[in-house]
């Protein structure tokens, strides 16, 4: 049984439990909770991502005093900063290697929600009358539209909030830096477009992992 097969007969499982509370949407149903229990599996990798970003924060400052002092010796600034990084025990790819790792798991779950491989009829449920199959069309009709309304206003909430936030945090003084963390949330703004051409089963999965990043993100940065 391949992996797209597995992951479609969990769904159908699921589905199957939550019928007697959802109805109709039960798909719908385990398509959120699917992705929060995955979510929730990864997240001592999103922990260990985070430190890996605080451990570059801390070491910002240091690192931009040591390209000042050493500016004129680009030899001698590199073994600076790699005894700096010995010293304190932080890799420059921290934080990067549990991001990678994580992203053939959401490949996986975005290309079975997107195409419905090995999940069965998966895409035939609905969500409150919208199917999951379906894509945003008539937007300002009932039905399908009203959903995708619906999930058009989460993504954008959650990526204005997320935007807003990392502008108030952002430390300033490090050259490159401001403007670089500033620029990257508005990369949930695409998260929009996505939504807006992908079948309803995968925009609903963007919408579920895009709020559970913006909230855990934020308990852990606090």
Same mark, same amino acid.
């Given at each position: 049984?391949?992996?797209?097969?597995?992951?479609?007969?969990?769904?159908?499982?699921?589905?199957?439990?939550?019928? &007697?509370?959802?109805?109709? #949407?039960?798909?719908?149903?385990?398509?959120?909770?699917?992705?929060?229990?995955?979510?929730?599996?990864?997240? &001592?990798?999103?922990?260990?991502?985070?430190?890996?970003?605080?451990?570059?924060?801390?070491?910002? &400052?240091?690192? *931009?005093?040591?390209?000042?002092?050493?500016?004129?010796?680009?030899?001698?600034?590199?073994?600076?900063?790699?005894?700096?990084?010995?010293?304190?025990?932080? #890799?420059?790819?921290?934080?990067?290697?549990?991001?990678?790792?994580?992203?053939?798991?959401?490949? =996986?779950?975005?290309?079975?929600?997107?195409?419905?491989?090995?999940?069965?009829?998966?895409?035939?449920?609905?969500?409150?009358?919208?199917?999951?199959?379906?894509?945003?069309?008539?937007?300002?009709?009932?039905?399908?539209?009203?959903?995708?309304?619906?999930?058009?206003?989460?993504?954008?909430?959650?990526? *204005?909030?997320?935007?807003?936030?990392?502008?108030?945090?952002? =430390?300033?003084?490090?050259?490159?830096?401001?403007?670089?963390?500033?620029?990257?949330?508005?990369?949930?703004?695409? *998260?929009?477009?996505?939504?807006?051409?992908?079948?309803?089963?995968?925009?609903?999965?963007?919408?579920?992992?895009?709020?559970?990043?913006?909230?855990?993100?934020?308990?852990?940065?606090?």
């Amino acid at each position: 049984m391949s992996l797209f097969s597995s992951l479609g007969s969990l769904l159908t499982t699921m589905a199957d439990g939550l019928d &007697p509370l959802f109805g109709a #949407s039960a798909a719908a149903a385990a398509i959120v909770l699917f992705t929060l229990c995955v979510r929730a599996a990864l997240h &001592p990798l999103a922990r260990a991502a985070v430190r890996g970003e605080k451990a570059r924060a801390a070491l910002a &400052p240091k690192i *931009t005093e040591l390209g000042r002092k050493h500016r004129d010796d680009p030899e001698r600034m590199r073994r600076a900063m790699a005894e700096l990084r010995t010293q304190e025990g932080a #890799s420059p790819l921290a934080g990067c290697l549990p991001t990678l790792v994580q992203l053939p798991i959401f490949f =996986v779950m975005y290309h079975v929600f997107s195409t419905g491989s090995g999940a069965g009829d998966l895409l035939d449920h609905t969500l409150a009358g919208a199917p999951l199959g379906a894509h945003w069309g008539g937007v300002f009709s009932g039905g399908p539209g009203l959903v995708y309304l619906g999930l058009f206003a989460l993504i954008a909430a959650v990526a *204005t909030w997320t935007y807003l936030r990392t502008r108030k945090v952002t =430390v300033p003084g490090v050259p490159g830096v401001p403007g670089v963390a500033r620029a990257l949330p508005l990369l949930s703004f695409g *998260t929009l477009f996505t939504a807006a051409v992908v079948p309803l089963a995968a925009a609903l999965y963007l919408a579920t992992s895009t709020t559970w990043t913006a909230v855990e993100r934020a308990l852990l940065h606090r």
